[in-house]
T-cell receptor, first 112, second 109 residues
Framework: DAGVIQSPRHEVTEMGQEVTLRCKPI?????LFWYRQTMMRGLELLIY????????DSGMPEDRFSAKMPNASFSTLKIQPSEPRDSAVYFC??????????FGPGTRLTVL | RKEVEQDPGPFNVPEGATVAFNCTYS??????FFWYRQDCRKEPKLLMS???SGNEDGRFTAQLNRASQYISLLIRDSKLSDSATYLC??????????FGAGTRLTVKP
């Protein structure tokens, strides 16, 4: 089992650019979560999907953030336009049944 | 009051010591509780679930006190490899799990 796969692992971009983060959940898992981690705010849930359907996006900071899950094996988190305050580590996690979660290695995003 | 609160530490203990962390939560209706560990610049990894009757996994013991709304993690005979940040996780509703800010543990030789 390859675990949750995220790409890219590191992203450095300039303010105003579009950023797309990708996630492949563990095969067979029916829940997918996007988290953001910063020193100031810790780990925050942004959005989660159940069977590819967004269930709760109340953690998405603003309209610049969007997430999709076109099929059971792929999800994206997009930031457009990016701002320096979006700099953080973005984690994708998946689970079966919505309980404990398996995290991917994260994408370290730096917006200059 | 924060939904999940932990003492950030750091806890610095010698090898072989016993160390305990507490975590308080605000939502009395919470049903699921977990401890995760996170190594520096790595992803969080599930350490153990916390059950109502308390549970043990080797050197680790987790307990839940619903009346006082806290969970605890006890590490016995601590090892250098136990050095990490320990995150308390509580569900506040449905599958919305809230993470504490974490407690940093350093085990020294």
């Amino acid at each position: 089992d390859a675990g949750v796969i995220q790409s890219p692992r590191h992203e450095v971009t300039e303010m105003g650019q579009e950023v797309t983060l990708r996630c492949k959940p563990i095969s067979g898992h029916d829940y997918l979560f996007w988290y953001r981690q910063t020193m100031m705010r810790g780990l925050e849930l942004l959005i989660y999907f159940n069977n590819n359907v967004p269930i709760d996006d109340s953690g998405m900071p603003e309209d610049r953030f969007s997430a999709k899950m076109p099929n059971a094996s792929f999800s994206t988190l997009k930031i457009q336009p990016s701002e320096p305050r979006d700099s953080a580590v973005y984690f994708c996690a998946s689970s079966w049944g919505g309980a404990a979660k398996h995290f991917g290695p994260g994408t370290r995003l730096t917006v200059l | 009051r924060k939904e999940v609160e932990q003492d950030p530490g750091p806890f610095n203990v010698p090898e072989g010591a016993t160390v305990a962390f507490n975590c308080t939560y605000s939502n009395s209706a919470s049903q699921s509780f977990f401890w995760y560990r996170q190594d520096c610049r790595k992803e969080p990894k599930l350490l153990m679930s916390v059950y109502s009757s308390g549970n043990e996994d080797g050197r680790f013991t987790a307990q839940l006190n619903r009346a006082s709304q806290y969970i605890s993690l006890l590490i016995r005979d601590s090892k250098l490899s136990d050095s990490a940040t320990y995150l308390c996780v509580v569900n506040i509703r449905g599958n919305d799990m809230r993470f504490g800010a974490g407690t940093r543990l350093t085990v020294k030789p």
